[in-house]
Structure formats: structure tokens, C-alpha cells
């Protein structure tokens, strides 16, 4: 649905919405010839596909893989082609970094230079966490006129570079050719912008004392930097669907996207009991409920079928604790595919359930990809999941006399 | 996909994709309740079906009947409503001329025009293809000042008529009032554009040249001009999808149709066969291959249901051979259904099927439309069957972080 037809027809409700992201959910066949979700013992997930409806979504579309941002933004309601989140404003909302409307971006890597300046390893040895966190206070200690940067650690080499200030732009090129045995590549302007030719050369500037301030090292003597991104300018969750939204993640990537649409991010604690007691703290406050399950998807990009299965297992053993919780309409779904025999995400439809009280049932009784195909949901777009959730919780008005 | 996302997310890749149409494979029910594909003996793509997954394309829309252009424009993933391959373009590919980025060409019958000026039989008669060769040759004596003039005999009386030269344009009006009892239309500019006028005045005076070398005889004694156009600007299949892809077709007009998009044209002889050993000598040459199919669609066409059911068998025999090439990925379909009982093309889904390492499997053994309802694609658009074909055979990059 397009925004402006959904700033139309949205209208207030007192009932509630609990949206159940099973990260990468969706799988191809395993050594018994069933899915993981299929091989799951999930008597709870199919008592919901038994009471309610079932379909197959596409995150982006026919053939094309999804990132997590899009994948989320697909399940948040906006169509993912329209919208993006460039790398390093992922990253930056990924470490919960509140990133300011005209904040420029970067995902960093610290990588290992030879003697002739070229890179001889792209992530430094996978330099630990710890020695990441120590050389981003080196780094920043470079100060710069007129604007504000931040170093921040992430993981392993990973780091965000922010730069902060006015007439900045995102128009400029990546210095990690992507390659070893390159030389890093010079920062230069996309386009003939002040704001682009200015940026370029700050980087420049800030890239050469950043090598000057690790060139002693033997290992993360370097630093490549990718993605440069601001923040996309998304119309407000809140705003445009007439409710108070709630993301209940543990990991902070799907805290960031969240809080990027808009959304107030809830204590999730570290597992799946800490955040059903967070949402329970705060049922009143919200009549719209994010809860993000990560291990579907960290199985699956281990190419661990079973740990998979386990993982799906565990979510569904709390599928009763969450229907305490009373929601009028509960959604359980996936950003999209990670088939453990392909340890990594898919282009793959991904199966999606809805129940509550005016779901259109179907004839399945169990959740699962080949179920999906007989569902009453059919196969659609996932960025249209939400407007079906939510004209089952009466948050969309009658479209014409 | 939209052509600029294909753009971006493609790349390369060593598996080998095999698509095979099955020109109007889509049908309805003869006398016994299935249809020829339903009816015919398949164990082959049977099996393709036990191991793959089903689904339905429509070609250009719902409802919409489409010509062997558009079907196969969106066979190969372009918009069809986008792209159009006027009816002069395609008659002229049809016979393998060559056209330039600047000929102007229209599709001509020979018509019989009588004492009053009217014409009396659009189709003089059907005159044979050799009478059409030797007027053709007649009318190829007309010469133009600037511009180069091609007659060619194409099938009975139909004919094309190619105007190659400077400052030409198609935005003219057609001479083919296409009813009998009328005048032959006088071509017009369809603008104001200098190149409309000029094209517009040349045809008159080579329509009233024709006719005063045809006015003696008793059949064939005119001409009419009907669907004036130029190459479209089809974006290079080999580019945007960064692959070497190889046409094999008997007929010439699906030969014309694949390199109208850029693909190379390779031997097909005149039988399946043939067309299997023409790309079993270049399978290592290229890493995309599209087999036509023509005789689903001509017993179609001749209203012929067992002749439709035997073509498809006679497919079917030829499956094995097929997969002894050992492709990564093998799809077949149809460009459009052509029903027997209509004789003709329809607007009907069409049953497709895809098969390889990756493909999310469904339920269905036997390859027909009532088991593609219940397929793992479900029912899309045609032209968003090669991006879920080159997914599976690893061509596409992640969307996004």
C-alpha cells in the first residue's frame, strides 16, 4: 500500500498487533527432505496456522535476495525498492548510534597495508573487538574544523565512521576497492556538489592521519571505508499508521531499523523471556508490537539445519506465554529465507501466518513452506503484510462510499 | 525486475541456465476434461515437475492476449507494456533481415483492387510465396532519391517493405484501410516533424510507383502498408545480465525476437535434434541457452488438440537429451497458451516449471496446468521468470545490507 493511501485509511483502534519476526525463517529441504520449519516440532505454531491463515511472502521480489534492512523495512510497510538504508547508516543504527538528519556515515573495516601500500588483508586478521575499540579512541583523537566525527568500535575490525556537520554529502566514492593486493582507493566527489567536493576532501584529510596515526602497527595498519550513507528519509511509523509502536529486539540492528521508522524501542533483555516480560511491562502503552527472534537466521547462515530447527523450536515453546499477552491479531513471519544449505539468505518466498478474530481460515494445520502454498493468503508482497494485520486489528477505514 | 535493478544486482556466473519454450503451451480441455499437456504423455517433464516447482506466468496481464513478441519479450524480462516490437520490425526479423538503428519497415500484403479503386480481396487470393518473390523483385526496380528501399517476400502475399536513409521516421499513417470495399489509405505524417512529412510524402510516391508496375495484372494488382516502426531501443540482454546468451530457434521470427534483445543467434536446423546437437557444440560458449519449441502453438493454432498433445510428447522424448547437456538450471514454459478449442492465442496463464540444486519444491509429480495452481511460484508475471531462473543459477547479488 502506498503511504499515501495509507495516511488515508488508517484510523485509531484499541486492538492490538504483535508482529513475530523469525529471522530467516524461511529454508529449502534438509537431509529428510522436509524444510526446517517443517521438520520443527512446533504444536503451537500450528494450533495458530490451524486457527488462522496462511501465505508466502516476497521481501523485495521474484528472484532477488534481501538484506536485513530491507527485509524489514518489507515487514514495516514500505516497499523496499523505494526506501533504502545504505550500509553505513545500518551499521551505525546496528551499535544503537543516534544518527542526526544530516549525519554522513561510513562502515569501516581496519585491514593490513604491506610496505608498498597495498592491502595484503582486508580485515586485519579479524583484528578482537577490544583492539578495534582501543584504535577508534586513537582515531578519535583527529579533529577536524568545523565538524564533529565519530569512531565507533562495532565488531571484530568493524568500525562506523560519523561525520557530523553542515554542507556534508554522502555523494562520495568508497576507498575499500573490495580487493587485496589494491592500493586503498582515493575518496573522491560523485557528483560536482560543494557539499560532495568538500566531504571527499575532509575524508582525504582524515583518512591520511588515520594511517599516520597506525602506521607503526603490523597489523590494522589501515583502514578501508564503505557505504557512505545518511539517513533515510522515512515518513513515521507512528505517523502515518495512527498508533504507538513498540520493537522488542535483542540484537541492535533490528532495535536501529525500528527506531528508524520511528518506532520506541522496549527492553529485550537477552532472550526471548526477557522480551516477553519486557512487552508485558508494556502492553498498555503500545498497540503495536515489533518482536524480533534472531537464531532462525544464525542457524541457517551457519548452515546448521539442526541448530535451525532447535531454534524454532525454542520460539515456538514461548508461543503460549506470548498469547497470554492477549494480542487481537498476531503476525509470525520472516524478514526472508536463510536455508541452511545455503548458510546464507535467499531469494526464497518465506512462510507468513496471521490469526485473530476475523482471519479467513484455510485448510492447513500445520505452519510450514509447503503449507503456505495452500494458504488463504496467498503469495504477495511482504511491505503489504502489515496493511493486512492491521485491517484485521480495525486500524483501516472503508476505501470509497 | 525493473531493467536498472537488474543492472545492478547482476553478475557473473559459471551455471548454465537452459529455457525452453514451448510455444502455446497453455491450453484448456479437449474432449476427454484435460488439456493437451494435461492429456499427453509426459513421464519426462513429469519427472522435471516431481523434483522442481510449478507455477503459472502471465505473459502480459491478466486477460490480455498476447502476440509471440510480447510473450517473448517477457520470457526474456522485459515489460512487454514497455517494450513493443512494432509489426513492421517483427516481420522484417521474421525473415532474418537485418534491420539499422534507423530503417523504417511495414509489414505489406498484395491486395486485388478493382475497376472502382476498392479493393476486392485483401490478400489477393493468397497468392503463392513465389508469385510474392517475383513482385517483390518487380517493386525492388523503384528507386528513391536518398534512401534505400528493400521489397521482401515474406509468406503467400504478405511482404515487407524496409526504408533505410536519413531523417525518416515510423509516425506515419498505414495504407491498409483493413476492410474490403474501401479505398487503400494515403499515407500521412502523424506529426508535424519534418522527418513524418518527408517519410509520409516518399511512401506515396513509391505506393503510387507500386501500383503503376502492378496495374496490368488481374490478381495482386495492389499494395497495402500497415504497422510502420522502427527497432525498439531494447536494453543488451548479454549486458544487464552480465551472460553470453544463445538463441536456438527453427522459425526465424523467434531467432529475430532474440537478437532484437542481443542474443546470439546459434544452429538450429529444423528439428529438436538438431537444435540440441547445434548447442551441445556450443555449450562451453555460452552460459544462457533459449530453445524454441514451435509445434505446441501451430496444432494449437490449426484448432488440431492430438496434434497438440503428440508435439508435446514429441518434446518430452527429447527431455533426457536435454539434461544429458547437464544444465544448472532448466525451465520450460510457454510464451502464451494457444487452446485448441479456440484456434488460436489466448489470454490464459501459462504452466511453467523450474528445476535445479536450489529450487523450493512443492507437492506436484505431474507438469500441467491444474498442478501449477498449486506450485511453489504460485501465479507472476512472465517477465519475472528469468530473474527467479538466474537467481537459482547464482546471477544475482544481495538487495541491501
Known amino acids: 500500500m502506498k503511504i499515501e493511501l495509507i495516511e488515508r485509511l488508517s484510523k485509531d483502534s484499541s486492538q492490538k498487533t504483535l508482529l513475530c519476526v523469525l529471522d530467516g525463517l524461511g529454508g529449502l529441504p534438509g537431509p529428510d527432505g522436509l524444510t526446517a520449519l517443517e521438520a520443527a516440532s512446533t504444536k503451537n505454531l500450528d494450533e495458530l496456522a490451524r486457527l488462522g491463515s496462511q501465505g508466502r511472502t516476497l521481501p523485495v521480489g521474484y528472484g532477488i535476495t534481501p538484506g536485513s534492512g530491507p527485509g524489514h523495512l518489507a515487514l514495516f510497510g514500505y516497499d523496499p525498492l523505494e526506501y533504502e538504508i545504505g550500509r553505513g547508516v545500518l551499521e551505525a543504527t546496528g551499535i544503537d548510534f543516534v544518527l542526526g538528519p ?11 597495508i604491506d610496505v608498498n601500500g597495498l592491502i595484503a588483508d582486508r580485515r586485519a586478521g579479524r583484528q578482537s573487538t577490544e583492539i578495534t575499540a582501543n584504535l577508534c579512541e586513537l582515531l578519535s583523537q583527529i579533529e577536524m574544523n568545523d ?3 565519530f569512531v565507533l568500535p562495532v565488531r571484530e575490525q568493524r568500525f562506523v565512521l560519523v561525520l557530523r556537520g553542515n554542507e556534508l554529502s554522502a555523494l562520495v566514492s568508497e576507498t575499500d576497492p ?3 593486493g589494491a592500493r586503498p582507493s582515493v575518496c573522491e566527489p560523485l557528483n560536482g556538489s560543494v557539499a560532495a567536493e568538500r566531504t571527499a576532501s575532509l575524508i582525504r584529510r582524515w583518512v591520511n592521519a588515520a594511517h599516520d596515526l597506525l602506521k607503526e602497527r603490523n597489523q590494522g595498519n589501515g583502514i578501508l571505508l564503505r557505504g557512505w550513507s545518511v539517513r533515510p528519509n522515512l515518513p513515521s511509523f507512528p505517523v502515518i499508521w495512527k498508533t504507538r509502536a513498540a520493537a522488542c529486539a535483542v540484537y ?13 524501542v522496549i527492553n529485550a533483555g537477552g532472550n526471548l523471556s526477557d522480551q516477553i516480560q519486557g512487552m508485558t511491562e508494556q502492553w498498555n502503552s503500545f498497540d503495536f508490537f515489533f518482536l524480533h527472534y534472531k537464531y532462525a537466521d544464525s542457524a541457517g547462515e551457519d548452515g546448521d539445519f539442526a541448530g535451525k530447527v532447535e531454534a524454532i523450536e525454542t520460539f515456538d515453546r514461548y508461543v503460549p506465554e506470548l498469547m497470554e499477552l492477549n494480542p487481537d491479531v498476531i503476525v509470525v513471519t520472516g524478514d526472508h529465507s536463510t536455508p541452511a544449505v545455503m548458510s546464507g539468505h535467499s531469494w526464497h518466498s518465506v512462510p507468513t501466518l496471521i490469526a485473530g ?24 508482497p511482504a511491505n503489504e503484510l502489515l496493511p493486512i494485520a492491521f485491517a484485521h486489528a480495525g486500524k483501516l477505514a472503508k476505501f470509497g462510499a
Do not use: H, K, W
Open 357 to 380: 478474530r476475523q482471519v479467513r481460515p484455510d485448510e492447513q494445520v500445520t505452519f510450514g513452506e509447503r503449507s503456505a502454498i495452500f494458504g488463504e493468503l496467498g503469495q504477495f
Open 147 to 149: 565538524i564533529e566525527i
Open 252 to 264: 541492535p540492528m533490528y532495535r536501529g531499523v525500528a527506531s528508524l521508522v520511528g518506532m520506541d
Open 102 to 112: 544530516d549525519d554522513v556515515a561510513a562502515r569501516g573495516n581496519f585491514c593490513d
Open 178 to 180: 573490495q580487493i587485496e
